[in-house]
T-cell receptor, first 112, second 118 residues
Framework: TQLLEQSPQFLSIQEGENLTVYCNSSSVFSSLQWYRQEPGEGPVLLVTVVTGGEVKKLKRLTFQFGDARKDSSLHITAAQPGDTGLYLCAGLTTSGTYKYIFGTGTRLKVLA | GAVVSQHPSWVICKSGTSVKIECRSLDFQATTMFWYRQFPKQSLMLMATSNEGSKATYEQGVEKDKFLINHASLTLSTLTVTSAHPEDSSFYIC??????????????FGNGTRLTVT
């Protein structure tokens, strides 16, 4: 069974601080996605990384895919209250039905 | 952008009854849809992969006779929770691949269905 462990599980920070969320696995993934989910809603895609070592930036968010395609990180600069939510990484399996396995999740709260 | 509509958004039913949840791709065709279950404050757990015109592929530990999945068209997949019990109460979310025949295309999610079994 392929597992994706996220750390930290919970994070409460002040507005303006920086933070990094990690997504780790012992398995290799074809690609990896990051989502953010608000309570009572479905997850919304933030980014897809495909190539080992790839770095993508989305405004204040920086995403990196590990060289071996087993891990990823999400860095938020100058966090804002609007960044509050559940952040989920999801890895696309490399064979079989090509399904997405979701990480354990990181719940972020940014205080004003 | 691609829109996935899930219905109903919430449902309360009595123990022993069956509940059907619909997942529709509104502006694109989805050969593959996925059904997830999410417990409070936890991540999404993949229940099954639904392929249009064929039987669903269930994840280990998911009872296929309890969670019936039908994907009869390229825009509709349904999940029926049969003989529901209180332990089936959860948030169920469907998703669809954004582009047909591209296995690595992103997922588009419905807004989920909160099922409460009394």
């Amino acid at each position: 069974t392929q597992l994706l462990e996220q750390s930290p599980q919970f994070l409460s920070i002040q507005e303006g601080e920086n933070l990094t969320v990690y997504c780790n696995s012992s398995s290799v993934f074809s690609s990896l996605q990051w989502y953010r989910q608000e309570p009572g809603e479905g997850p919304v895609l933030l980014v897809t990384v495909v190539t080992g070592g790839e770095v993508k930036k989305l405004k204040r968010l920086t995403f990196q895919f590990g060289d071996a395609r087993k891990d990823s990180s999400l860095h938020i600069t100058a966090a804002q209250p609007g960044d509050t939510g559940l952040y989920l990484c999801a890895g696309l399996t490399t064979s079989g039905t090509y399904k997405y396995i979701f990480g354990t999740g990181t719940r972020l709260k940014v205080l004003a | 952008g691609a829109v996935v509509s899930q219905h109903p958004s919430w449902v309360i039913c009595k123990s022993g009854t069956s509940v059907k949840i619909e997942c529709r791709s509104l502006d694109f065709q989805a050969t593959t849809m996925f059904w997830y279950r999410q417990f409070p404050k936890q991540s999404l757990m993949l229940m099954a992969t639904s392929n249009e015109g064929s039987k669903a592929t269930y994840e280990q530990g998911v009872e296929k006779d309890k969670f019936l999945i039908n994907h009869a068209s390229l825009t509709l997949s349904t999940l029926t929770v049969t003989s529901a019990h209180p332990e089936d109460s959860s948030f169920y979310i469907c998703s669809a691949r954004g582009e047909r025949n591209r296995y690595n295309s992103p997922l588009h999610f419905g807004n989920g269905t909160r099922l409460t079994v009394t």
